[in-house]
């Protein structure tokens, strides 16, 4: 009946006054899959859910020790930081334990598995050296333990919940327990981990980085924090509100009561390099779940080439061209501080425009988690059967702003000219979203009085961007 009153309404009306109807809706399908399919704006539906450790916070044990405050094993001069499930081990359970240790150390030890929060039960496997740093010797090494368990070995539980440890049996003194993170599968999404965060960064240049990187279709962005300037923070806290940035409390080594706080002076000895290789080991399992992970600082800037419009884009494309890479190697371009040349009349970053490669110096890396055996600050380690390849300079510039080192090897920095220097303009198209991106932000509230003067003034008059939207970014440019 009802088809026949819809043949009947069809046919009383003309073909001419029905096509803009069907045109209207054909192109709101298209207008949805777009905003839809682009990874800028899942990212940003996505983030106004909970966390990723949303179910972990919920989940703790009320003894459990919080993730890098460590637990220190009884009799053993080795400190677990956190306990995290390798989501892309099958059909065994494997519980990843970032940690730090003496070298010279008994390694022995034993994970207690708890499947619920009663820690009378458990199940107990030997703890197994994953691996260790030893580029260079420091109070404690960076490392990883594993423990694995089968499932016929769960004892009725359906997953481990709970880790504590004993240095030789359960039964006996075992430690106050950690709760086991179970990353979150996040896929066409990428995230950034930028390691530790300390002492003073400049709240302008961390806004553009944070404003850039979700312009770029960044998900999410992890950091570890110790000591951090007042002014630096209220940003970062700014951030997290907004669901972008996953902020941990980083107090390695604490033994006693006694913490690490880093400075200017203390965060480049070779123990503050163990513990921020850690901490990007960390990142390796805590976002297991999202397709590429980016492991850069606040001062690097992963710029697109055309046609891409975003990293997100870029990733995508990269990962069916090359569908056996587990990480891209990024080549750095320098902009030393020297070369600023003020021709850009607001944003600090987009005042550079000559830069100079420092090849084999300060390489990053994008990786596949699934697919990297052991990914570090400037080295990718694949699984069997996968490859890493070097991001083509025509598909992307990484950008690199900060002073040359002399220790560098086949780069003088004392006769580092512009004469050697290359054109970079690469940030040049990407100025009027940024200055949309910060406009929207509470500028007043973030940027301290001494730098806001003419800052802030001058993002509020710019008119690039003016009564423009850049939430559904197109895949291309041309």
């Not at 907004?242 to 200017?264: A, C, H, M, Q, W």
């Not at 800052?455 to 440019?477: A, C, H, M, N, P």
Request: glycine share 4%; charged share 25%; with cysteine.
């Amino acid at each position: 009946m009802l088809f026949l009153k819809l043949n009947t309404l069809a046919g009383s009306v003309s073909p001419r006054c029905l096509a803009p109807v069907f045109f209207a809706i054909i192109f709101a399908n298209v207008v949805v899959f777009l905003l839809w399919t682009n990874p800028a704006s899942r990212a940003s539906i996505r983030r106004r859910r909970i966390l990723d450790d949303g179910d972990y916070q919920s989940q703790r044990h009320p003894q459990s020790v919080p993730h890098w405050k460590g637990v220190w094993i009884p009799n053993r001069n080795i400190q677990v930081m956190s306990v995290i499930q390798d989501i892309h081990s099958s059909p065994e359970t494997r519980i990843v334990l970032p940690s730090f240790l003496k070298h010279s150390s008994n390694r022995k030890f034993y994970c207690c598995l708890h499947g619920s929060d009663d820690l009378g039960k458990f199940v107990q496997v030997p703890a197994r050296l994953d691996y260790i740093d030893l580029r260079f010797m420091g109070e404690l090494q960076g490392a990883a333990f594993e423990c694995r368990v089968r499932p016929s070995d769960m004892d009725g539980f359906d997953r481990v919940r709970h880790v504590s440890f004993a240095s030789d049996s359960c039964l006996r003194d075992p430690t106050r327990p950690m709760t086991v993170l179970v990353p979150e599968r996040r896929t066409f999404e990428f995230a950034i981990c930028t390691k530790v965060i300390y002492d003073y960064v400049d709240p302008i240049r961390l806004l553009e980085w944070f404003s850039f990187v979700e312009v770029m279709g960044a998900s999410k962005v992890l950091t570890f924090y110790n000591n951090v300037h007042n002014d630096t923070m209220t940003v970062l806290n700014h951030f997290v509100k907004t669901g972008l940035l996953e902020l941990i409390d980083f107090d390695p080594r604490n033994r006693g009561g006694v913490s690490v706080k880093y400075t200017s002076k203390n965060g480049q000895t070779p123990q503050a390099h163990h513990d921020k290789t850690l901490a990007a080991r960390d990142c390796q399992y805590r976002l297991a779940g999202y397709d590429f992970v980016m492991t850069i600082d606040f001062d690097e800037f992963p710029v697109p080439r055309r046609p891409f419009s975003t990293i997100s884009f870029l990733l995508e494309e990269l990962a069916r061209n090359f569908t056996d890479a587990a990480a891209f190697e990024m080549e750095p371009v320098l902009l030393p501080p020297a070369w600023l040349s003020r021709t850009e009349p607001v944003l600090y970053h987009w005042q550079f425009t000559r830069g100079v490669h420092i090849r084999p110096h300060c390489n990053k890396w994008v990786y596949a988690p699934a697919y990297s055996w052991m990914a570090g600050t400037h080295s990718v380690v694949p699984k069997a059967g996968y490859k890493t390849y070097v991001v083509p300079e025509d598909l992307m510039h990484f950008l690199h702003f900060r002073s040359c080192k002399p220790e560098w090897h086949r780069v003088n920095c004392t006769s580092l000219s512009q004469r050697k220097a290359r054109r970079e303009d690469s940030l040049l198209r990407f100025a009027d979203k940024i200055i949309y991106k910060l406009r929207r932000l509470p500028l007043e509230k973030l940027v301290p009085p001494s730098l806001s003067s003419d800052y802030i003034s001058k993002v509020r008059r710019d008119q690039r961007g003016q009564g423009q939207s850049y939430e559904g970014t197109l895949l291309f440019e041309t």
